[in-house]
């Protein structure tokens, strides 16, 4: 069914679809490619949320070529008005002969339709052409549409030995520059990071994404492209107060607990702070509900916690992915430990995780864990 | 200096002298290779201790075109009587032109002995090619020639998060069929395996080579050729007693103590068990003293022991490298630790430890780490 031609127009529609993994939040990151006679004559991807998609571009570009033409899309053309346009709609206008789509879109306000409408005027459509590897550049779209919910990582760093501090608290720096660049990529294409009050007292962190630190992205990606990511602070008894260097970063902060802070608390918080009570379960915040909660505007969290958050996040079957920076260090058995977890009976107790990416990041190793919950 | 052609010999020599690693203690392992207008007339490598050096076995083969032939050798040529006659007579009689050595000999009686043998005898002779590399092959020898002590290397095993087993004590398994059958391999070449007596406790582990589990090995060494490495378990208070799976196996066990077993727990030992008093530092047995004695005899030890012994060993200044294998799983905050070293203050005070080698054996990983005392 599929050609090799098919199978290298689609691969390199996913390599433009990754370009917007950083700036379409909360839309998907799609890539299109369109060929005519063997010949790429447009491509193009979605570049932020309100701008055109990636078909759009890709049409633009080919103009009179697309006639007769084949597009790749790695998600399903749009059926609807929405900010712009049906994409299912230019491609027909422009005379596209045959489209072919690697991953439906599990939207149910579109799910099908574009397709439909394809196939209504007369267009062949081609689908399941490397779906699996299209999904990846959309886990925590196609998640959050599905289930509501966003795609949750957990991000930690450890010693060999897996400690995270040395006994009396010194953490700094376990690992390497080139690995705390990594985090700050990792955190710029996360819509929310989630840390603990603890985290809070003890780092007085700022948890912004900061341009000069992102490395090889900052070529790519201007100061005024970064999508700050919402940095949300799980603080369940409002016990957090005075002055953070959290509030010092002009980007959104949510405040998350279980009751309501005092008015004089709340009435130092500057514009960018919201607040919102979620229930609570043995008197910790329920992180099934605060994950409900942020999957109505967020495809992806990362948690930035010590090892009671991380551990519960892990516990609760909450975790699709863990990325674990490991430096070639040993701390010994006094230091601090990664992720508290329930105690098990059994190895098959265990939580099930599959090593699905390894690599050298400076000095250290980065291991990407997918959970099985 | 050197030829490409020197270092692809070289290169040969070395990775024949690979060969011997499990056979040849306490000899060096030792590779040769005779080349002659560009080919190669002669190669062989030193089996085991009492049988031919690896030059004969080349020379054999090469019979008369060793004639104005060039020899690498990885080790030194001997000078002196041992067991076989000098290794340098026999390539002098032989009418080489040309020796190519990449490491001298660290032994007193030979040290610069061969090479000045040779030179008298008219022979070219080059040293210092690929010493590095080939200096691998024999750490151990090295180490003892040198210091009167066995290279030591700390096996662990462990999950990402530096535990060895659940809180409850089950360790059963971490890593798999494939790591364990690398590390029956790891004990098969090294001459002493070093063990404490909680291990004995509560694993009574055999501790030997099973032929049966290793893996590729197996076709290159018959049972017959493996040398079981002497299984010293430490008991410094002299607890050992009762019927233990070490005794079943009737291979060389060492038993050290800080002070003597009574006569009737002594009476139980099979013939294959001795025992040795080492003096005591703060009630435990000295280490840097039963390295000096085993360094009598062994060239290489490997500590297979719990997070204290083996975190005695890092903690004193006397491992040389760490095996960890790694398994790709997580067990939680409360599962046991890996190493039990001291407090550090700053992460200045940590062990040093380089990574030399990492690679997949089957699901896990092995890490190979060398330690700057």
Redesign the interface.
Known sequence: MWSIEDSQMMSLAIELAQKGMYTTRPNPSVGSVIVKDGEIVGEGYHIRAGGPHAEVYALNMAGDDAKGATAYVTLEPCSHYGRTPPCAKALIEHGVNRVVIAVTDPNPEVSGRGIAMLRDAGIQVDVGLMTTEAMQVNLGFLKRMEKGLPWVTVKLA??????TA???G?S???TGPEARSDVQRLRARHCALVTGIETIIADNPSLNVRHSELGSLSNQLAPAEIHQPLRVVLDSQARLKGELSLFQIDSPILLVSTKDYPEEVKATWPAHVEHQIIAAVESRIDLQALLAFLGKTCNSVLIEAG?TLA?AF?NQGLTDE?V?Y?A???????GR???????????SD??R???ID?RKVG?D?R?T?RVSN
């Not at 450890?158 to 400690?163: E, I, R």
């Not at 070639?328 to 006094?334: C, R």
């Not at 430990?337 to 190895?347: G, I, P, Q, V, Y």
Request: hydrophobic letters at 50%; charged letters at 20%; glycine letters at 8%.
């Open positions: 450890a010693s060999l030995d897996g400690k040395l006994s009396n010194v700094k720096w376990i090892a551990g892990v863990i674990l490991q070639m260090k040993i701390l010994g058995g006094h430990n990664l992720l508290a977890l329930d105690d098990f009976e059994t190895m265990i939580p995780i599959n090593l390894e000095k190793t291991l864990l």
